[in-house]
């Protein structure tokens, strides 16, 4: 075992009176810090009431739009253009409730003059949009750089592309060598109501763009800087951490629902930044990393580790040199979890931004937490000026580490190079990862076996894209559309073929894991690994995989010759969308697209029927309608002889739900009401309802007379129930609906786990996997309660992290077997409850539909 950390504290994670989680930092031999509120990671229910930038009208549909859709965006790539590209924005209308005003910090309507100011100063600032929030207000990416002419900029970009396509060639080419611009990105304000990270890039492009210095002559010449100004507008107006669609957006990536998490996705392709930051608050003393363990395993760790820990260390230094100290200002010294900490800030799922960079180059990435806080609580009690007071030695704290990360990426500009070829080299050419060590990353003290995280990397993964057997074309296409948007290569075969022991046909998808992003292929495709014996707790999810989750069938080959297999590079999947020539149709409601589809049929009055099997059955007068369907949603209707059993109807839901949950309905295309406890105590029309899902902020218990009579009216004659997790199960049982109990597992517990499901029409052709956040399952169940699907036996974690609880229940093996979905009727009212987290941050498509089906099932 290496040398051991000198005290790695842990962070102790206890509720609040308030309900939010509180992160205390115990160190040995100390008294207890001062506490230091953290949002809860888990989804809360969505908070209609609340400001969430009170978006503009439609921005809900704008966030809603489909991941792959195009945006509303410049070309950041810049093609044909040279240095600077000046851009006259259009100022948005002052907005006197920006929340930035009582902190003294720039509100988002001044964001725009000032650009256009410093634009004015010099030649080294450019301005370029990257889209639109969820809430409709634009995004600014702003480059500060030297000069450089078209050809100059082309050439730029062509060594940028020979780091990634050619690393083994750019490894020993001289001019890269001499002349390639390091590209760092400053990311700000992902957590709208962390607000000084973006006041701190304002005030460091100004000094950038006026300086007449030698050194930052020097500097600029050498790297090109990228500031993502803001990137939750949304949130900065309104002072919350989420986006106008509800989204916490650093734990987006990976699936980039949201169009600002797809913003940062266009930067890290399309500027490969090399070193980048992300600025956040509040933790005092202030948070720097690199992470305790876990650390994530498709990494090239020992490079990341080496450059990261030791631009964390300029870090520290500078903030320390700015002579804040805990008597004078309140502020406490620097934190850098990787050498101060046992566990507690991991690096583990690639959600977050600092962890979804790397996979495409950066060989430092860091998130930075300043101190002293002043959202939540603080900004509605503590007086403005301290608010000010506090705001202010974020924002200086903020700019040292900027500054400091500059001055490290400018020194170490060779090997920071050399490094982000090193990784791409390695992903091409399948060479082995690297363990960490005191001896494979020197300077890095401390360095033990719990450090140590690889993985052993297939040579493909094989996706077929004809929708037999287990998973749907449809999806298959999606991930494959996923990928390509990611920057993973994929290519697709010319004819039939066999690789590891398995034979394909023409048309499948194979991706060669020999290719310079492997870790970022890796990661959405493989299980994950079960990390539950490794740390007590985890900072946020454990287990996710597309390859799982997603409703495409997804093989591993462990080794093969691909070199036989004809294919060719796709840069989109295949349309899939087919309507049969004749005869009645049936739709598989296995895909989110497939059950949007025919909710926009319903809507249009097309008559369709419940299978069986879970499809739906259109007689052959709906072919028009459907061929329309086929080609919007990409989804096919194949030609049947079944007639069908009970007609479907377009489902009216109620939804008291967390915003992943409202998301991923409405992209299913159902007609949704959000609705909660404070709602329904307003007065609530339930004539226009078919359902009601419930998964949070509605408790019939804490309802008023009125509210409770008027619900339980709507159930009484005959308005469906689905329910989710401890809420669902909790109204089912307080409105006396099913006979089940409902045991609720450890709530830290998540991940990907296996399921078995049991024929019935709500799960049929189901993945085998599902995913849990806190699960639940069901016993006691009474005459007429049916078994939907139930968690797989032995321990059904396959990837995440789920431990018992102190008493011993609560964990995997207390689940094994158990029912996890289960479903029946109370007198006139139909009910399925849920103990896993189908629709979970809009991340599981492939689970989706088991919501969809029951929503469709209970709105009869």
Do not use: C
């Amino acid at each position: 075992m290496g040398i051991s950390r000198p005290s790695r504290p842990l962070l102790l994670a206890t509720a609040a009176a308030s309900g939010a989680l509180v992160l205390t930092t115990l160190v040995p031999g100390s008294a207890t810090a001062g506490p230091t509120p953290r949002p809860v990671t888990r989804e809360g229910p969505r908070d209609d009431a609340g400001p969430a930038a009170r978006a503009p009208e439609g921005a809900a549909e704008r966030a809603l739009g489909a991941s792959g859709a195009a945006e509303s965006v410049e070309s950041v790539d810049g093609a044909g253009r040279g240095y600077p590209r000046e851009r006259r924005l259009t100022a948005p209308p002052v907005n006197p409730r920006d929340k930035s005003i009582r902190l003294g910090l720039v509100p988002y309507h001044g964001i725009a003059p000032e650009l256009n100011a410093l634009q004015r100063i010099g030649d080294r600032v450019s301005v370029e949009l990257n889209g639109r929030s969820a809430g409709g207000h634009q995004l600014y990416l702003v480059t500060v750089t030297a000069p450089e002419s078209a050809r100059e900029a082309a050439r730029q970009g062509r060594m940028r592309e020979r780091i990634e396509n050619e690393p083994s060639t750019a490894a020993a080419d001289k001019a890269i060598k001499s002349s390639y611009k390091t590209p760092v990105f400053v990311n700000n304000n992902i957590h709208g109501n962390e607000w000084e990270g973006t006041d701190a890039a304002l005030k460091l492009i100004r000094e950038l763009a006026g300086a007449k210095d030698a050194r930052t002559g020097k500097l600029l010449a050498r790297n090109r800087l990228y500031f993502n100004v803001t990137t939750n507008p949304d949130g900065r107006i309104a002072g919350t951490r989420a986006n106008a669609g509800g989204f916490d957006l650093n734990r987006d990536f990976i699936t980039a629902s949201q169009p600002e998490a797809r913003a940062v996705r266009r930067i890290a392709i399309t500027k490969q930044p090399a070193v980048m930051i992300d600025l956040h608050g509040y933790v005092n003393g202030t948070l720097i990393e690199p992470t305790t363990p876990p650390h994530g395993e498709n990494y090239e760790y020992d490079l990341f580790l080496k450059h990261s820990y030791a631009n964390a260390l300029g870090m520290e230094a500078a903030i320390k040199g700015l002579g804040h100290t805990e008597e004078k200002d309140g502020v406490k010294p620097p934190v850098i979890p990787f050498r101060d900490q046992e566990e507690g800030w991991d690096d583990w799922p690639p959600i977050f931004t600092p962890q979804y960079m790397p996979f495409h180059g950066a060989v430092a990435a860091h998130t930075i937490e300043f101190p002293m806080q002043v959202n939540n609580a603080a900004y509605d009690t503590l007086p403005v000026a301290e608010l000010r007071r506090r705001a202010a030695l974020n924002v200086d704290i903020a700019g040292a580490a900027m500054r400091a990360t500059l001055d490290y990426t400018d020194r170490h500009r060779g090997s920071v190079i050399a490094d982000q070829i090193e990784v791409f080299r390695r992903g091409a050419t399948g060479a082995a990862q690297v363990p960490v060590s005191e001896e494979t990353v020197p300077g890095v003290p401390g360095i033990g076996p719990e450090d140590v995280y690889t993985t052993d990397f297939p040579r493909a993964y094989v996706i077929p894209a004809d929708g037999r057997g287990r998973g749907s074309a449809t999806a298959a296409a999606r991930l494959v559309d996923h990928l390509l948007a990611n920057d993973v290569r994929v290519t697709r075969a010319g004819t039939s073929f066999r690789l590891g022991g398995r034979t394909y046909p023409k048309g499948a998808y194979v991706v060669d894991m020999h290719q310079p992003k492997r870790g970022l292929a890796n990661v959405m495709l493989a299980d994950g690994r079960d990390i539950s014996g490794k740390v007590a707790k985890m900072y946020d999810i454990s287990g996710w995989s597309l390859g799982r989750l997603w409703g495409a069938r997804v093989d591993a080959v462990e080794r093969g010759d691909l070199d036989r297999v004809r294919t060719r590079a796709v840069h989109a999947a295949s349309r899939v969308g087919y309507v049969a020539p004749r005869g009645d149709l049936r739709l598989r409601l296995d895909d989110p697209r497939e059950i949007a589809a025919l909710n926009s049929l319903l809507a249009q009055g097309v008559p369709a029927r419940s299978d069986r099997d879970g499809s739906a059955v259109l007689p052959s007068s709906a072919r028009r309608a459907a061929t329309v369907a086929a080609r919007t949603y990409d989804v096919a209707f194949d030609a049947t002889r079944a007639t069908g059993g009970a007609p479907l109807h377009r489902t009216r839901v109620a939804a008291a739900v967390t915003p992943g949950e409202l998301f991923a309905l409405r992209e299913m295309n159902f007609d949704v009401v959000p609705v909660s406890t404070a709602v329904l105590d307003a007065g609530f029309d339930w004539r226009r309802t078919d359902a009601l899902f419930v998964s949070a902020g509605l408790d019939r218990a804490r309802l008023s007379p009125a509210a409770r009579a008027g619900l339980d009216r709507f159930l009484a004659r005959g308005g469906g129930l689905v329910g989710r997790g401890a809420a669902g199960a909790a109204l089912n049982a307080d409105a006396k609906l099913l006979t089940a109990r409902a045991v609720e597992g450890n709530g830290d517990a998540n991940g990907v786990v296996r399921v078995v499901n049991t024929g019935g029409a709500l799960t049929a052709g189901a993945p085998d996997h599902s995913f849990v956040y806190a699960p639940t399952w069901f016993t006691g169940l009474g005459r007429g309660v049916r078994v939907e699907q139930r968690y797989g036996s032995g321990n059904p974690l396959l990837s995440g992290h789920w431990r018992a609880l102190p008493d011993g229940g609560g964990g995997p093996a207390a689940a094994a077997g158990r029912a996890s979905v289960i479903s029946g009727t109370a007198g006139r009212t139909g009910v399925v409850l849920f103990g896993t987290e189908p629709l979970f941050r809009a991340h599981p498509k492939g689970v989706f539909p088991q919501v969809g089906r029951a929503l469709l099932r209970v709105g009869r």
